[in-house]
């Protein structure tokens, strides 16, 4: 794996008595879409804040590429904040070519990367109007067209989702894999969990501002798997001694095994009884139960 984009290390920051970021320390690579998760008021936004330098940590280290943060080195990342940040009464272009002016793009790049990616957003049209003009959901569009548009090498996304209907939700998903395709670190916060399971490789969760969650999204499922295998066979389960319970669901069945049996003790003894097998597999636990389960926990 390459060196890490990001390097957060020990990270603490207090707004009075509110302990907002304790302890937290994480990396995320190029080329990666890594997932930040957590409830409302966890830390989140103030996590990424600090890794902006809009807020200052109490201690710990935050290093992009190898370095403290800078202005050059800010220069380089996108932040699409989870509030909106346009000039409304502006025509969208110019709000564009000025965002993208302001991380250091000349003026011809930066229009010709405004009408890129106003084109791949299927917003060319709208190009003249102004922002309030537009609804909420491509106002949201432009708001991540304008974390685009200076082609930074880490996007910061806070809820990049909010407001998007199913087919731009589609649209927005992938082009942020795209993105990571081409090798730019993606740090992408959210409360919808199916995205993160189909977008992310790792994520980390905080809540209370500590540190709950930490690694792959498989690594993550399989700690927190409920031991439970869904089958479809013919078998009589009456006088299997090592089911806890099973709740059967057309022609196939989630089978909760007893503590210490594993799936493969089950699919031993389902050979053994000479049951014929069309499916066996181990069931996956949502990221989204794992998350209310570890919230409801800390509560």
């Known amino acids: 794996m390459s060196n890490p984009s990001i390097v957060v290390r020990s990270l603490a920051k ?49 290093k992009i590429h190898d370095q403290l943060i800078s202005d050059a080195g800010k220069n380089r990342i996108g932040y699409l904040p989870e509030e909106r940040g346009l000039y409304a009464r502006q025509k969208i272009l110019a709000v564009l070519e ?22 791949r957003f299927d917003m060319l049209e709208v190009k003249n109007r102004r922002v309030q003009e537009l609804s909420k959901g491509n106002q949201q569009k432009i708001q991540i067209v304008s974390t685009l548009v200076s082609d930074p090498e880490i996007l910061m996304l806070d809820e990049p989702f909010t407001g998007l209907d199913p087919v731009n939700v589609r649209l927005i998903a992938g082009i942020i894999r795209e993105l990571a395709s081409q090798g ?17 490789q790792r994520a980390f969760m905080i809540n209370q501002g500590r540190q709950v969650l930490y690694g792959t999204i498989e690594e993550i499922q399989r700690q927190h798997s409920d031991r439970s295998v869904v089958v479809s066979s013919d078998a009589d389960y009456s006088g299997c001694p090592l089911i806890a319970h099973i709740y059967p669901n057309g022609k196939s069945s ?44 800390t509560r």
């Open 14 to 62: 207090n707004f009075a008595s509110i302990r907002a970021v304790q302890e937290v320390s994480f990396e995320v690579f190029p080329g990666e879409i890594f997932g930040l998760l957590g409830p409302n008021g966890a830390g989140k936004t103030t996590l990424i804040r600090l890794i902006m330098d809009i807020f200052k940590p109490d201690a710990g280290e935050i």
């Open 98 to 119: 000025y965002f993208a002016c302001l991380k250091g793009l000349p003026n011809r790049k930066a229009h010709a990367n405004a009408l890129y990616w106003l084109d």
């Open 184 to 200: 730019k670190t993606i740090l992408l916060s959210t409360h919808q969990m199916t995205l993160v399971e189909t977008l992310c």
């Open 254 to 297: 989630k089978i909760y095994l007893r503590e210490g049996i594993s799936p493969q003790d089950l699919l031993r003894w389902l050979l053994d009884s000479g049951a014929e097998i069309d499916s066996f597999e181990k069931a996956t636990t949502p990221l989204e139960d794992i998350f209310i389960k570890l919230v409801e926990e």
